[in-house]
């Protein structure tokens, strides 16, 4: 009987390991369905879910009803699977490296509760040849099992969007790949159970891999050419959105926008890659430079509203400005690897007083992530610049009065980095990226 079959039957169960952003709606969408065991090694986290609360304040209780799912923290409930699903972090180190402790902590996990006729699918997004040449290895010493006789082994990448309530996992196409021909069946039939929108099924797990990382990287390198853009079109006094507005008029123009990217996908993912280009001994000039423009761009905007404030007299010393908007996106409220703090941190460079204000964030993880406190309430009257940094939907719809009424006085400066204003500012200082 097929994988795919023991899991509809019930003779088999799920576990999915790493309960975060991915882990847990995959794993309450399969639960659905079939049998699964949601483990993470976060007790606090794994605590939550048993009471219907996802720690990463995506779904809701009632995304938990109807579910087979048991949540755990114990890896001897692992053995009790025989289809583990792989999500858990990858994130860079210092030197922008690949960071793999997460990874291979959990496929050590995974191999001592694994069995004959076992499968094990990574959805943690990594570069091209880790799944079979940094995982499996571990699979194998820790199990005693052989790949491929003993277990199989594949790579399905996760394309969800947080924040996003329109693209979800059931509506995504998903890529899938194994490690032969009936496994890569089987894991393709698995993953049909849950996404409507189906699956493209890989020609390996290396090309299932690649194409993820390609997906972000390009997006990335798409943005650091707007950005480099933007740059250009600042020094030439011109707006860039209203450049973008013209050029979108050609049928074939992408449109990217300039802004900041932080998070956890797109500013890490191409680092993955360009790691692995340069262990085969070619140096990715282009990912690397796109790379490089977007992580400079904090520090950008931070100069520029600096350079903004001394053309109105204004001395930095004695300026104070408000942040509106701190987390990586817009109406989440995930701060990891946010690059607004780079703007706060070039801001307090010129020793000016810095608030910060967030609707989403949470204050303590703030101050425990950042070392600095979220102000409650912005002082009215109180600033000599604004930056709407993040556009969180309570934003969107503050006027030009709601802005002046937070301003010192009448010089005062607007830097609004995603347009949001455009066209609509006739008697503050404005600025956009
Ligand atoms: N968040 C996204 O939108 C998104 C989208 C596509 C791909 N990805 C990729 O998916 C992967 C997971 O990302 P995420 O955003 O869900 O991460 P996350 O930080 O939200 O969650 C990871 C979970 O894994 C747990 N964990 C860490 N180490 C573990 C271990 N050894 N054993 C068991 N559990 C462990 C953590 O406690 C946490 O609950 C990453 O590779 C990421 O790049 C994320």
Known sequence: MSMYQKLIDKEATMSVVGLGYVGLP????????????????????????????????????????????TFSADPEDLKRAQFHIVAVPTPINPSNHPDLKPLLGATRTVAGALKPGDYVVYESTVYPGCTEDDCVPVLEEVSGLSFNKDFKVGYSPERINPGDKVNTVETIVKVVSGSDESSSEDIAKTYELVVKAGTHRASS?????????????????????????????DRIGIN????????????????FSPGLVGGHCIGIDPYYLTWKSNKLGYNARVINSGRHVNDAMGAHVGKQVVKKMLEQDKNPLESRILVMGLTFKEDVADIRNTK???????????????????PFANPSEVGHEYGFDLTEKPAEGAYDAVILAVSHEPYRGMTETDFEALMKDDKGILADLKGLLRGQIKRLNYWSL
């Open 340 to 358: 607004v703090v780079d703007v706060i941190r070039e801001l307090q460079s010129y020793s000016i007083a810095v608030d910060v204000i967030d």
């Open 240 to 255: 860039t959105y209203e450049v973008l507005e013209a050029a979108g008029t050609k049928w074939n123009f992408l449109k």
């Open 205 to 233: 797990i290396k090309v299932a891999e690649a194409s993820k990382i390609i997906e972000n990287t390009q997006r990335d390198v798409n943005i650091a050419l707007i950005n480099e853009l933007s740059i250009i079109f």
């Open 26 to 69: 995959i794993a309450l969408a399969f639960a659905k369905h079939i049998r699964v065991i949601g483990f993470d090694i976060n007790a606090e986290r794994v605590e939550m879910m048993r009471n219907q609360i996802d720690p990463s304040e995506e779904l809701e209780a009632k995304d938990f009803e109807g579910c087979d799912i």
